[in-house]
C-alpha cells in the first residue's frame, strides 16, 4: 500500500457532463500530479501541484483543471467530458518536486464516458 | 514520433526464460531514467531506476545507452508472477518529477 487514497474507484458519466476526481495524499507529501491512462496505453502526465500551485502541465484542453488543497489533497475536475475522457485517472504523490522523488500512485479512478 | 517508444507485445515465455525488452526516447536531454511495472488495470510500480552504468536488482538488469537513447530491461529465469506490462519512463530535464511514460510491454510467462 502507498499510502495514496483516490475516489471513487469507479465512475460512469454521460457526455457532456462533469467530473471531480479526489486524490488523498500520502502523509508528509506535498506534491500531487495526476496522469491518464487509456485502455492499451501508457499514464499521460496532466498536471502536477506543488503547495497548492500548478508547477506543471502536460498536453490537456483548459477542461481539465485541478486544485490542491492545504492538507496536500487534490481534485481533478473534468468539464464537457467527451467520450475520449474514457480511462483510468492515476494520482501520485510525491515528498517533493525534485526530480529524484519517487512516486507513490494509487489505484485511480476508472471513469466510463458514455 | 512518440517521446518514448516501446515494442507493445505481448511476449509470450516460458517459465525459466530470459526475455529483454527494449525502449527508446527521444529526448536527449532527458536525465532520469525508469522501469515501472503495472498489473492488469492497477497503478504502475517503480520497478528500478537505470543507470549508465547498468544496473541488476536480482533476476532484473537495466541498461542505458545515452549516445543511441535507449533503454533495456532484461529479465532471467522468468516466473508466472512476471506477467505484467513493463512501462518504460523518462524524465526530462528541468521536468522536476514529471515523467513521461513509453505505451508499456506486455509480458505473458507460461507454464
Known amino acids: 500500500e502507498t499510502g495514496v487514497t483516490q475516489s471513487p474507484t469507479h465512475l460512469i458519466k454521460t457526455r457532456g457532463q462533469q467530473v471531480t476526481l479526489r486524490c488523498s495524499s500520502q502523509s508528509g507529501h506535498n506534491t500531487v500530479s495526476w496522469y491518464q491512462q487509456a485502455l492499451g496505453q501508457g499514464p499521460q502526465f496532466i498536471f502536477q501541484y506543488y503547495r497548492e500551485e500548478e508547477n506543471g502541465r502536460g498536453n490537456f484542453p483548459p477542461r481539465f483543471s485541478g486544485l490542491q488543497f492545504p492538507n496536500y489533497s487534490s481534485e481533478l475536475n473534468v468539464n464537457a467530458l467527451e467520450l475520449d475522457d474514457s480511462a483510468l485517472y492515476l494520482c501520485?504523490?510525491?515528498?517533493?518536486?525534485?526530480?529524484?522523488?519517487?512516486?507513490?500512485f494509487g489505484s485511480g479512478t476508472q471513469l466510463s464516458v458514455l | 514520433r512518440k517521446e518514448v517508444e516501446q515494442d507493445p507485445g505481448p511476449f509470450n515465455v516460458p517459465e525459466g526464460a530470459t526475455v529483454a525488452f527494449n525502449c527508446t526516447y527521444s529526448?536527449?536531454?532527458?536525465?532520469?531514467f525508469f522501469w515501472y511495472r503495472q498489473d492488469c488495470r492497477k497503478e504502475p510500480k517503480l520497478l528500478m531506476s537505470?543507470?549508465?552504468s547498468g544496473n541488476e536488482d536480482g533476476r532484473f538488469t537495466a541498461q542505458l545507452n545515452r549516445a543511441s537513447q535507449y533503454i533495456s530491461l532484461l529479465i532471467r529465469d522468468s516466473k508466472l508472477s512476471d506477467s505484467a506490462t513493463y512501462l518504460c519512463?523518462?524524465?526530462?530535464?528541468?521536468?522536476?518529477?514529471?515523467?513521461?511514460f513509453g505505451g508499456g510491454t506486455r509480458l505473458m510467462v507460461k507454464p
Open positions: 519512463v523518462v524524465n526530462p530535464l528541468n521536468a522536476g518529477n514529471m515523467l513521461t
Open positions: 529526448n536527449s536531454a532527458s536525465q532520469s
Open positions: 501520485a504523490s510525491s515528498p517533493g518536486q525534485a526530480t529524484n522523488e519517487k512516486l507513490f
Open positions: 537505470v543507470y549508465s
